[in-house]
């Protein structure tokens, strides 16, 4: 499978814990997105990546949150201390800056349950 | 802002019926305009786009048109099937051709269809 991959698909924690997500975007994509989608909600724009820069991250929720690509490839999202407010599906999604079509390619994302 | 505002769910059809979802949208520039589907527990996945006013964007039976006088981008299907339940999200995008897409979506339309 050539696809986005995202792991782990489902994460319990409690309350006050760090938790981390990591994608795998479609190989030859330089770019890699995150998302996050709450229940009934459209996903929301977080950050993005193009190969390993960090070109926007305004969107992120707060400083909790923070999100790598070190080596242009797999990517990391962190959430420190966690909230309840914070469980939600993290989307990670890719696309490349060749060609001209520059369609986004979504994960099948990472829930997250904060108890 | 820029946003998106989709029809309101749930919407509930007998197989073969016809299929209506609406979306409008407000943006500060000329968007390009996507509808994606999420089937149970995948990842989203691009069903049509539409990157100019007046164009067509078809796949699967599916199609929308482009329409900047009244801001809309309304997904319609002549006859649907069961397999066609899922959630199908509209979105815009305001960066042009060849930069990173950062998708503003709507909240979701979920379909149910009936044998």
């Known amino acids: 499978d050539t696809g986005v991959s995202q792991d782990p698909r489902h994460k319990i924690t409690k309350r006050g814990q760090n938790v981390t997500f990591r994608c795998d975007p479609i190989s030859e994509h330089n770019r890699l997105y995150w998302y996050r989608q709450t229940l009934g909600q459209g996903p929301e724009f977080l950050t993005y990546f193009q190969n390993e820069a960090q070109l926007e991250k305004s969107r992120l929720l707060s400083d909790r949150f923070s999100a790598e690509r070190p080596k242009g490839s797999f990517s990391t999202l962190e959430i420190q201390r966690t909230e309840q407010g914070d469980s939600a599906m993290y989307l990670c999604?890719?696309?490349?800056?060749?060609?001209?079509?520059?369609?986004?390619?979504f994960g099948e994302g990472s829930w997250l349950t904060v108890v | 802002g820029d946003s998106v505002t989709q029809m309101e769910g749930p919407v509930t059809l007998s197989e073969e019926a016809f299929l209506t979802i609406n979306c409008t949208y407000t943006?500060?520039?000329?968007?390009?305009l996507f509808w994606y589907v999420q089937y149970p527990g995948e990842g989203l996945q691009l069903l049509l786009k539409a990157t100019k006013a007046d164009d067509k964007g078809s796949n699967k039976g599916f199609e929308a048109t482009y329409r900047k006088e009244t801001t809309s981008f309304h997904l319609e299907k002549g006859s649907v099937q069961v397999s066609d339940s899922a959630v199908y999200f509209c979105?815009?995008?305001?960066?042009?051709?060849?930069?990173?897409?950062?998708?503003?979506f709507g909240s979701g339309t979920q379909l149910t269809v009936l044998p």
């Open positions: 979105a815009l995008s305001l960066l042009p051709s060849g930069s990173a897409r950062q998708l503003t």
């Open positions: 943006a500060t520039g000329y968007p390009s």
């Open positions: 999604a890719s696309s490349s800056s060749e060609g001209g079509g520059n369609t986004i390619y």
